[in-house]
């Protein structure tokens, strides 16, 4: 299974951006998929998680209230709305399945298959 990422660019502050994650070689399926990033010099960060139903939606305070995550089964693709963008949120982002358990989870260490990750950068 591979996961690919897409939908990076460059936005100004407030502006808005929506990632796609989507999988090859396997349905999502019942599996939790989570968004994660990484800036640079920093460690990876949790984004957002959401549960094979789409019931169980989880985010940091960070983002929680213009971050939005999704999922469409049936053209295997997980989403990440993001607007109200600030300089902070400038990072490589990566989507990530957990293919081994059910739920989502915040530990980037719990997914077992990454995507390639797409660059975002908010300028001021």
């Known amino acids: 299974v591979q996961l690919q990422a897409s939908g990076g660019g460059l936005v100004r502050s407030g502006g808005s951006l929506r990632l796609s994650c989507a999988a090859s070689g396997r349905p999502f399926g019942s599996y939790g998929v989570g968004w994660f990033r990484q800036g640079l010099g920093r460690e990876r960060e949790f984004v957002a998680a959401?549960?094979?139903?789409?019931?169980?939606?989880d985010y940091p305070d960070s983002v929680k209230g213009r971050f939005t995550i999704s999922r469409d089964s049936d053209k295997n693709t997980v989403f990440l709305q993001m607007n109200s963008l600030k300089p902070e949120d400038t990072a490589v982002y990566y989507c990530?399945?957990?293919?081994?358990?059910?739920?989502?989870?915040?530990?980037?260490?719990?997914?077992?298959?990454w995507g390639q990750g797409t660059q975002v950068t908010v300028s001021s």
């Open positions: 990530a399945a957990d293919f081994q358990r059910l739920g989502i989870r915040r530990d980037p260490a719990e997914y077992d298959v």
């Open positions: 959401i549960s094979g139903s789409g019931k169980t939606i």
